[in-house]
């Protein structure tokens, strides 16, 4: 069976606002509590640095889906790890109760 020559686009489209979306209700998790203590700022800082190679693949292969989905993501994560650093910073700031 021949698929149209679109499809992989769209299939690559649909991956991408599914593993970058993913992403939102965490960011939104950290802002609301103004805490980012169970997350670990190594696995964030990778992940960061691995879809920043993506994005880059992207650009080098021009895949308009793979660079749009990267750089949406890489704003995410760079986004917790900014909070992460932000909020474990006030935490330890802030006197004892």
């Known amino acids: 069976m021949a698929f149209p020559p679109w499809t992989p686009t769209l299939v690559g489209s649909v991956a991408a606002v599914c593993t970058t979306g993913a992403f939102v ?5 950290v802002w609301r509590l ?3 203590g169970e997350i670990s ?14 994005l880059i693949y992207g650009l080098l292969i021009g895949s308009i889906p793979v660079v749009l989905a ?7 994560a760079l986004t917790i790890v900014m909070l992460k ?13």
């Open 70 to 76: 990267n750089g949406v993501t890489l704003v995410l």
């Open 85 to 97: 650093v932000t909020y474990d910073r006030n935490e330890r700031r802030e006197p004892p109760s």
């Open 25 to 29: 209700p965490q960011v939104v998790r």
């Open 34 to 36: 103004k805490s980012a």
């Open 41 to 54: 700022l190594t696995t964030f800082s990778v992940f960061a640095l691995g879809t920043l190679v993506w």
